[in-house]
């Protein structure tokens, strides 16, 4: 069983930096694709950002730039380094394990009995 737990939300203001953490406890972290969710309010539940098992990565277009994906599989964690914070960045990310990916195109099935409470992001002035 996969237990993911997310940190590192906040009240940042405009143009402001937040650097979220997840923490993966269970087998095998190495063999997943990684990602982030976010869902703003009122707002299905998006990918921003992915990393493969090869660490490669890609962002949807709106955070391509400004937010960096990275993963420790020492540590068993990923990270979102987010910069230059917008108020559209607002809203609750989750990190998830992929089930399958496609990256380029930034299709990551997760897996649904993974979700953990997530971490709140509010960027505001």
């Known amino acids: 069983q996969v237990q993911l737990v997310e940190s590192g939300g906040g009240l940042v203001h405009p143009g402001g930096s937040l650097r979220l953490s997840c923490r993966y406890s269970?087998?095998?972290?190495?063999?997943?694709?990684m990602g982030w969710y976010r869902q703003a309010p009122g707002k299905q539940r998006e990918l921003v950002a992915a990393?493969?098992?090869?660490?490669?990565?890609n962002y949807v277009d709106s955070v391509k730039g400004r937010f960096t994906i990275s993963r420790d599989n020492a540590e068993n964690a990923v990270y979102l380094q987010m910069d230059s914070l917008k108020p559209d960045d607002t809203g609750v990310y989750y990190c998830?394990?992929?089930?399958?990916?496609?990256?380029?195109?930034?299709?990551?099935?997760?897996?649904?009995?993974?979700w953990g409470q997530g971490t709140q992001v509010t960027v505001s002035s």
């Open positions: 990393i493969g098992t090869d660490f490669k990565s």
């Open positions: 269970g087998p095998s972290f190495r063999i997943f694709a």
């Open positions: 998830n394990r992929g089930k399958t990916i496609t990256l380029s195109r930034m299709l990551m099935e997760p897996f649904e009995d993974d």
